[in-house]
Structure formats: C-alpha cells, structure tokens
C-alpha cells in the first residue's frame, strides 16, 4: 500500500501510462491499410452502385471490407473477374479499375458491355447487392515514379482504363514530374469512355498531359487539328 502510494511509484506508472499511448498511435498512424486482393484465390466483392454512362457503358463501384480498405493493385496492373455467360458457362476476363489505392473502400470498373460478349452478358445483368468473383493482382508491367520522361500512350475504346488508370497515377503525384501525351480514338462521339475524367486530367495539369481524340467518322478533321496544334500553321496539299 505505501509503494503505491508514493509519488515517484505514480510518476513512473503516469510516465509507462504515456509510453504506451504515444507507442500505440504511433503503430497504428503506421499501419498500412490491408490489401483486398489475393492473387491464388477469387474474393467476392459487393456492387455498391450500379451508373449507366451510355446505352452500352457502365460503372460499377463494388465495396471493400472496411470504409479505409485499400484493394491494393500495383499501378499498371490488372484484376480477373469471373462470371456467367448467357449459356450458364464460367468465364473469366481481365479488367482494369480507374479507381486508385488513394481511393478508400471501394473501388471501380467501367465496363462496355457488347451484345454478343459472353462476360457483357455477366456485367449486363449485375445489379445492386450482387457479388463480383475477383483475383489478383495480374500482369507483368508495375510503374514507378520517373521510370521515364515521358509517355506516349495510345488507347482505343475500353483500352483506356490501363492508360487512364497509368496516367492519373502519375499526374496526382506530386513528386512525379512526367508527362503523359494520349491519343484516343474511338469510333464516335459518344463511344469516348472516361471523356470528362480525361478533360478534366488535362485542364487540372496543362502542363503535363495531353489528350488527342480521333474518331472514325471525322478523322480528316481531327488530325487537322492535332496538327495544328502541334505546329501551329495550316497544313497544305493533304489529300482531303
Ligand atoms: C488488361 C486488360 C484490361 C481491360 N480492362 C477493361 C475495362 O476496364 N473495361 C472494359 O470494358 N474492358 C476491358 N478489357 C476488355 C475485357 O477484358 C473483355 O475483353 C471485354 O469486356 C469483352 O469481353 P466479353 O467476354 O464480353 O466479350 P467476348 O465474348 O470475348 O466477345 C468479344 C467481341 O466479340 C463479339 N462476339 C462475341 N461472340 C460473338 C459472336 N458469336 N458473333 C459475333 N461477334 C461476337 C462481341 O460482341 C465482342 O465485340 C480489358 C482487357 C485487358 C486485356
């Protein structure tokens, strides 16, 4: 009872008290977010949100365990998804998400959806609440900062979500000083995918990024004006 009682027994107990609070934040301020993905096995994951972005396109956001959860995918790689064709049949096929590891407790896959595409047909009839079968990681090419001083990418149609995904890596990096140029060509207007994520890539960091939509129908045109973009007079004698 009295070494209980003695001041220097409470100052030492007041001072391990303390050590063992700051030694806990400090832990847990450190500990990095789990990663969702097992690369061996196909984790099930929820849809969350379900947005049509065109009649043959959607995005779908599919939640992680916890609200800070992190899928942990490596920029430049990829995800298998497994579903069902119209026929019953398993099928599986790669997708890339244009969501990030900075974006915490879910994340997002833009899908075209063909009307002949056996895994379409999966996606075509996924509603909320259902369950999406996921491994990962998958893939050969990981990008570290100031691999290169610039890239050149070129996409077509759902191509863009490996380059989007690339691109907003680099671009939201504020330590990472290289540029991306992208040429996207699709077959219409309305087939562009990402288009106001990508305008906007390219107005918040002018400097660095660069986007060149080319579309079938007016081709002439719009290499008409890359062209005069890049070298800033008109151009004589092609054959249009
Ligand atoms: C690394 C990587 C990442 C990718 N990321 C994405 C992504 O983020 N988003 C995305 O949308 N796609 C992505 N893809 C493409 C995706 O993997 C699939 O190839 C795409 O979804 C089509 O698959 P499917 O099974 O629906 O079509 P499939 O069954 O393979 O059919 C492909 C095409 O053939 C046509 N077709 C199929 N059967 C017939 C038939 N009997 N007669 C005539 N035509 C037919 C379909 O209409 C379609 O046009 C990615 C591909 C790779 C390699």
Known sequence: MELLQSPTVEIVGIAVALAAVAAAAYIYSNKKPRDCLDPE?????????????????AKFRFALPTPTSVLGL???????????????????????PTTLDSDLGHFELVIKMYPQGRMSHHFREMRVGDYLA???????FKYQPGQVRAFGMLAGGSGITPMFQVARAILENPK?????????????LEDILLKEELDGLARDYPDRFKVFYVLNQVICLVFFSIFLENFGSPVVGLPF
Do not use: M, W
């Open 41 to 57: 096995n196909f984790k099930e994951f929820k849809l969350v949100q379900r947005t049509q972005l065109s009649h043959n396109v």
């Open 74 to 96: 490596p920029i430049g790689q990829h995800i298998s998804c497994r579903g069902r064709d119209g026929q019953g049949e398993e099928v599986i096929k790669p997708y890339t």
């Open 134 to 140: 996921v491994k990962g990681p998958k893939g050969r």
């Open 176 to 188: 990472d000083r290289t540029k991306v140029h992208l040429i996207y060509a699709n077959v219409t």
